[in-house]
């Protein structure tokens, strides 16, 4: 028994490490892997809706896992971490490319840097209720 | 005027109180600032700019590493600039420690000028800050081959080819020790990009200290620097 679940963190162990390598990455080979991947467990699950009786537990068995819930399980364990990984460097990704879109628009709504120094050599220019926009405007239009 | 090739860039971020101070006191030395507005929900931004600040105001809050990296783009636009400060809009650098740190790059033999809070004894934080601080230097300075004494001090003098180089994507807390690990990794000709540190005094006022991060913060700057 101890023996057993020793390969079994092994296993698991070995299929974190697989699950990192595969879900982490962006390129196509990682991509076209985790879709047939998915093929193939979907052929499998219709294989075992078709044949209900033993299919999963015989594959626990022949994996040294003891049923086949468990292994489902387990399945679930490393997908769910698949998934977190994938879609915390999704996020990365996006929020990279949003903070350089909002950061165009926000470079180019200001003032340019040189246009601003020459024209506040006072600073009150900018004082009272007078809205900067019309300057800015101005600026860019040249 | 003195220090017109200087841009102090200052995130900005809902600091109504005390921004218009501190950009008037930074004026009376450093004529260029640029405040970038991070989505401000009071008037921080209209302040700074009655202050005399040029503000560049992003349309929604993106975080203090975002900001800094916007001020950096901004103040390349300007093709006088030679020098970059990075200040905090909060009130804790004193004015006089950036005139030593840019007197100090402007003798040439370096490219970037950190503040440190721990080279002198001025600067009074609390034991378990100090401790927090520390690991991050030690942290900061295992994994980028840098030599600070305080990485994760908001006062910092680049010069405009460490500025053109870098490019902060930690949008939030982590953005401190990027800076520095993408100077320590930065070859200019093949040279490591030389730098020195300046002892500074951070003012922990009471405003400041009710705004400053917990020390839970930490463990969100780790894993914002290991899970990059």
């Not at chain 2, 901004?74 to 400060?85: E, I, K, S």
């Not at chain 2, 650098?93 to 970037?112: A, N, S, T």
């Not at chain 2, 040279?191 to 009710?210: C, G, M």
Request: contains cysteine.
């Amino acid at each position: 028994m101890s023996r057993q679940s020793a390969i079994q963190i092994l296993l698991i162990l070995a299929t974190l490490v697989i699950a990192w390598r595969l879900l982490a990455g962006t390129g196509q080979r990682t991509q076209a892997v985790r879709r047939l991947g998915l093929l193939l467990l979907l052929g499998l699950v219709a294989y075992s809706i078709i044949d209900p009786s033993k299919t999963w537990t015989n594959l626990a068995r022949a994996l040294g896992v003891g049923r086949g819930a468990d292994l489902i399980l387990y399945g679930l364990a490393v997908a769910f971490l698949g998934f977190v990984v994938t879609t915390y460097k999704r996020f990365r990704a996006m929020e990279v490319r949003y903070t350089r879109l909002a950061r165009r628009i926000a470079l180019d709504e200001a003032p340019r840097a040189y246009d601003r120094v020459k024209s506040t050599g006072s600073p009150d220019t900018l004082t009272g209720d007078v809205p900067p926009s019309p300057s800015v405007k101005a600026a860019d239009a040249d | 005027m003195q220090n017109e090739d200087v841009w102090l860039v200052v995130p900005l971020y809902n600091e109504a109180a005390v921004i218009a101070d501190v950009v008037g006191e930074a004026r009376t030395v450093f004529p260029n600032i640029v405040c970038v507005d991070d989505g401000s929900r009071d008037d921080s931004a209209d302040l700074a700019e009655r202050a005399g600040a040029t503000v560049v105001r992003h349309p929604i809050n993106l975080g203090q590493g975002a900001a800094l990296q916007t001020g950096f783009e901004f103040a390349l636009g300007d093709p006088a600039m030679r020098y970059v400060v990075t200040y905090d809009a909060d009130g804790q650098h004193q004015v006089h420690d950036v005139e030593v740190m840019v007197e100090r790059i402007r003798r040439g033999d370096v490219r970037v000028v950190f503040g440190s809070r721990f080279l002198d004894e001025r600067t009074e934080a609390s034991a378990s800050k100090r401790l927090v601080l520390r690991a991050a230097v030690a942290y900061t300075n295992a994994t980028t081959g840098t030599r600070l004494t305080d990485a994760h001090n908001g006062l910092r003098v680049l010069h405009r080819d460490v500025v053109e180089k870098l490019d902060i994507t930690q949008n939030r807390m982590a953005h401190a020790s990027e800076i520095v690990a993408q100077i320590g990794s930065m070859r200019f000709a093949g040279a490591k990009v030389a730098y020195a540190e300046e002892p500074v005094h951070i003012l922990y006022t009471d405003y400041s200290k009710a705004k400053g991060q917990s020390l839970w913060n930490a463990v969100n700057i780790l894993s914002e620097l290991i899970w990059r």
